[in-house]
T-cell receptor
Framework: DSGVTQTPKHLITATGQRVTLRCSPR?????VYWYQQSLDQGLQFLIQ???????AKGNILERFSAQQFPDLHSELNLSSLELGDSALYFC????????????FGEGSWLTVV | AQKITQTQPGMFVQEKEAVTLDCTYD???????LFWYKQPSSGEMIFLIY??????QNATEGRYSLNFQKARKSANLVISASQLGDSAMYFC?????????????FGAGTTVTVRA
């Protein structure tokens, strides 16, 4: 158990819909990262939050947004879903500093039909 | 430019033998970290081992060791005494510390299949 909790584990939804993926980081970790893993794109970095503030942005579509709340949990919102958004979405967390720990949650499998 | 390159899409290894997974990286930072993760068919990403750019010794964690050759920008993972449970996808990743975000950049992965 990595200590990073993601919900839901599986989600099936229709095109055009909106979903919210939730992540609770490890205790003490201030950074949360979101990644998308698809067959054709591999593991793509989407966005990072550090202690509630957006720190870095990667290949995140405008239809996607995220936030980190005061209790440090994070949500990734995906809207106007398309078939190509079907993927495994990971959240990861790390403590402050340049340490050697970054742990991933079990991922949320999203299927858009 | 690709930061992490894993050139072996798939490998077969006999149970109890060792296997080496290749990883080369590209960075102009002096301070960075290299990670290896295992992804079994169930999908979770399991952290295996870490090597910092200033670490002089190669990292080891149980049956996993990292062959770090800084001048060649190479960070190969060695799995000794392979077990059937080692069958999975393995990802090499890098974290560059010059930027303020410390995000991981991943390679394309190598699928390892352990044969009985």
């Amino acid at each position: 158990d990595s200590g990073v909790t993601q919900t839901p584990k599986h989600l099936i939804t229709a095109t055009g819909q909106r979903v919210t993926l939730r992540c609770s980081p490890r205790s003490g970790d201030l950074s949360v990262y979101w990644y998308q893993q698809s067959l054709d794109q591999g593991l793509q970095f989407l966005i990072q939050y550090y202690n509630g503030e957006e720190r870095a942005k990667g290949n995140i579509l405008e239809r996607f947004s995220a936030q980190q709340f005061p209790d440090l949990h994070s949500e990734l919102n995906l809207s106007s879903l398309e078939l190509g958004d079907s993927a495994l979405y990971f959240c990861a967390s790390s403590p402050p500093g340049t340490g050697n720990t970054i742990y991933f949650g079990e991922g949320s499998w999203l299927t858009v039909v | 430019a690709q930061k992490i390159t894993q050139t072996q899409p798939g490998m077969f290894v006999q149970e109890k033998e060792a296997v080496t997974l290749d990883c080369t990286y590209d960075t102009s930072d002096q301070s960075y970290g290299l990670f290896w993760y295992k992804q079994p068919s169930s999908g979770e990403m399991i952290f295996l081992i870490y090597q910092g750019s200033y670490d002089e010794q190669n990292a080891t964690e149980g049956r996993y060791s990292l062959n770090f050759q800084k001048a060649r920008k190479s960070a190969n993972l060695v799995i000794s005494a392979s077990q059937l449970g080692d069958s999975a996808m393995y990802f090499c990743a890098m974290r560059e510390y010059r930027s303020n975000d410390y995000k991981l950049s991943f390679g394309a992965g190598t699928t390892v299949t352990v044969r009985a």
